[in-house]
Structure formats: structure tokens, C-alpha cells
């Protein structure tokens, strides 16, 4: 949660675009202040750096995996990521609403700024265009219009997405159904389609050399 908080003053200069099936959130406390429940959080403070050798990983009722067997990845301690800068990350857990901290790294592990795209099981997606590196950490939550179980897809390519903090609960919009934190954007799809596109190169992390 500490994380959260911190990541909260930097995303109040987060702008992105959006088409939502729910409210998407840059803010923190407005975020928290919707939430009627909180399932449980990821802080992934027990990960530390290189490969997890696995596809999957589970930590407070959050599950984050990938498709390839390349696996998981340690950016750091704290943080956690993917081997391949193709592959999506998902986030699964039992609830409609989730915030995280976010970020984005090159292959050998530097925080940049690059953008970030997201999409929910309930149709929500969220283009962010930047994460700042210096922050280096960026908000962005999400309550469903549904009050169903969603999921969470991450993409990052042709770089690397990664997480320090992952919040879970239920929510309730105060904004109405199919509403957007900060706008909505007609050019999330051509975005979507852009990154997609230059995920075609994938790239595989290296470890460093001590």
C-alpha cells in the first residue's frame, strides 16, 4: 500500500486515453475512496532479480502469469515482470475492481518512459501513452460497471510492462457506467493495434552481470 500511495502523486500528471466498460482511475484516493471492499494486495516484495522459471506466480489473491515458457522475471526486487517483452501479462483475482502501480523497462532492466496498454475481461481498455521514468512508478485503477470477476491483460511490448504493487476489491462507480479517468479516446483501438504490431519483435531479458 505504501507503494500506492506514492504512485499516487505521480499519476496526477498521467494523461492517457481511454473506452471504457467502468471507470478507469489515474488517481489513487479517488480510486479508494469507490471501493466498498479490498480483496487483498500484491506487493511482491519476496521476488527478487532474474528469471522465476515459471508462468505464473500468486501472492494475496492476485495471480500474474504469461503464455510463454519463458516465464516470469524479477526487475527488481519488488517488481515483476516478463522474460519476453511479447508476451501479456495477466492479472487474475476475485473481484471488480483493481489499482496498481505500473511500469516499463528496457531489456536490461532501466526504467523508461513508454507507454502502456491495458484491457479487461469486461471489455474496458486503457491506452497510457507515457510512465514516467523518473517517477517511475504510475497509477492507474479500475472499477467494472459489472459487479462479476474481472481479469487484467498488460502489454508493453516492444518493451518490458511491469508491476511493483497490485490492489484488489470491489467497487462501485460514482462516475456512471461507461465512464473515463481522465477522457475517453476514439484511437485506443489504431494504439492497441500500433503496439501489437511492433510486439512482433520480441526480445528476451539478460541477466546482469554482477
Not at 489473491?61 to 515482470?81: D, E, F, H, K, N
Not at 485506443?188 to 539478460?206: E, F, W, Y
Amino acid at each position: 500500500m505504501k507503494k500506492l500511495l506514492s504512485a499516487a502523486v505521480a499519476s496526477l500528471i498521467c494523461v492517457g486515453t481511454a473506452n471504457a466498460q467502468g471507470t478507469w482511475y489515474t488517481d489513487y484516493n479517488t480510486w479508494l475512496a469507490q471501493m466498498t471492499s479490498i480483496g487483498g494486495t500484491a506487493d511482491y516484495n519476496s521476488i527478487g532479480y532474474g528469471p522465476l522459471e515459471s508462468q505464473s506466480y500468486t501472492e494475496n489473491g492476485v495471480t500474474v502469469s504469461v503464455p510463454s515458457t519463458a516465464g516470469l522475471w524479477g526487475v527488481l526486487p519488488g517488481q515483476i515482470g516478463a522474460v519476453n517483452s511479447g508476451d501479456t501479462l495477466t492479472f487474475t483475482f476475485s473481484g471488480n475492481a483493481f489499482g496498481g502501480a505500473f511500469l516499463a523497462t528496457d531489456a536490461a532492466d532501466n526504467y523508461i518512459d513508454v507507454p502502456l496498454s491495458f484491457s479487461t475481461s469486461d471489455g474496458g481498455t486503457y491506452y497510457l501513452p507515457s510512465v514516467a521514468d523518473s517517477s517511475p512508478f504510475t497509477f492507474l485503477g479500475y472499477i467494472s460497471d459489472s459487479n462479476s470477476a474481472i481479469s487484467l491483460d498488460l502489454v508493453g511490448s516492444p518493451n518490458f510492462a511491469a508491476v511493483d504493487t497490485f490492489t484488489f476489491g470491489n467497487g462501485t462507480n460514482a462516475a456512471g457506467p461507461g465512464s473515463a479517468v481522465p477522457e475517453p479516446g476514439e484511437y485506443v483501438s489504431m494504439a492497441i493495434l500500433g503496439i501489437g504490431l511492433c510486439g512482433m519483435l520480441v526480445r528476451s531479458r539478460r541477466i546482469k552481470k554482477s
